[in-house]
């Protein structure tokens, strides 16, 4: 079982909908929790961070539930500009070691 | 402005050579880390380092090797041994501890074996 695992879509949407990501993981000693984005051929960058207690950034909401060792990202009013692959990634702090572990991403394209 | 440099952007490199990528960072985090990405794919943790002179095998290990020497530098060996190098390789820092762990990500290598 992979530490990390999203549905890689593709989800196509029309603009204006309303959008839901979902990841798990395996490792419950994972401690921080963050949603990506990754454009085509470009590097990751970190659409928010995923706190105990749920967050809200403008269109995206992210929630964690530790029991069920499970992440989600809702994207509401969705844009063109949203069209791109969101990575789950989780943070497994060890022995001093911090491991970032990446799900394989799910890949969004928003249409007219 | 603080950031993270990986170079070459695009690397060539004959079958049987090995190619060194390069990776340096000036945010001061002691945190450091190389991903491989194929097309279609999510990234694949290769080596990663927490302080200077030790890094730790990732899921895909074989055929690539480190160093960290400095805290601000960590070279990626892309060796003989490694099978499939033509890849998408992404170099990140963070900060250590279970907190405050956003990584940062410099624009990549992309590495063709001709």
């Known amino acids: 079982r992979k530490e990390v695992e999203q549905d890689p879509g593709p989800f196509n949407v029309p603009e204006g909908a309303t959008v839901a990501f979902n990841c798990t993981y395996s490792?419950?000693?994972?401690?921080?929790f963050f949603w990506y984005r990754q454009d085509c051929r470009k590097e990751p960058k970190l659409l928010m961070s995923?706190?105990?207690s749920g967050n809200e950034d403008g269109r995206f909401t992210a929630q964690l539930n530790r029991a069920s060792q499970y992440i989600s990202l809702l994207i509401r009013d969705s844009k063109l500009s949203d069209s791109a692959t969101y990575l789950c990634?989780?943070?497994?702090?060890?022995?001093?070691?911090?491991?970032?572990?990446f799900g394989a991403g799910t890949r969004l394209a928003v249409h007219p | 402005d603080g950031g993270i440099t990986q170079s070459p952007k695009y690397l060539f490199r004959k079958e049987g050579q090995n190619v060194t990528l390069s990776c340096e960072q000036n945010?001061?985090?002691?945190?450091m880390y190389w991903y491989r990405q194929d097309p279609g794919q999510g990234l694949r943790l290769i080596y990663y380092?927490?302080?200077?002179?030790?890094?730790q095998k990732g899921d895909i290990a074989e055929g690539y090797s480190v160093s960290r020497e400095k805290k601000e530098s960590f070279p990626l060996t892309v060796t003989s041994a490694q099978k499939n190098p033509t890849a998408f390789y992404l170099c990140?820092?963070?900060?250590?501890?279970?907190?405050?762990?956003?990584?940062?990500f410099g624009q990549g290598t992309r590495l063709t074996v001709v």
């Open positions: 990140a820092s963070t900060l250590t501890g279970a907190k405050n762990t956003e990584a940062f």
């Open positions: 490792n419950s000693a994972s401690q921080s």
């Open positions: 995923v706190y105990s």
């Open positions: 990634v989780v943070n497994m702090f060890s022995g001093g070691y911090n491991k970032l572990i």
């Open positions: 945010l001061n985090h002691d945190a």
């Open positions: 380092s927490q302080i200077v002179n030790d890094f």
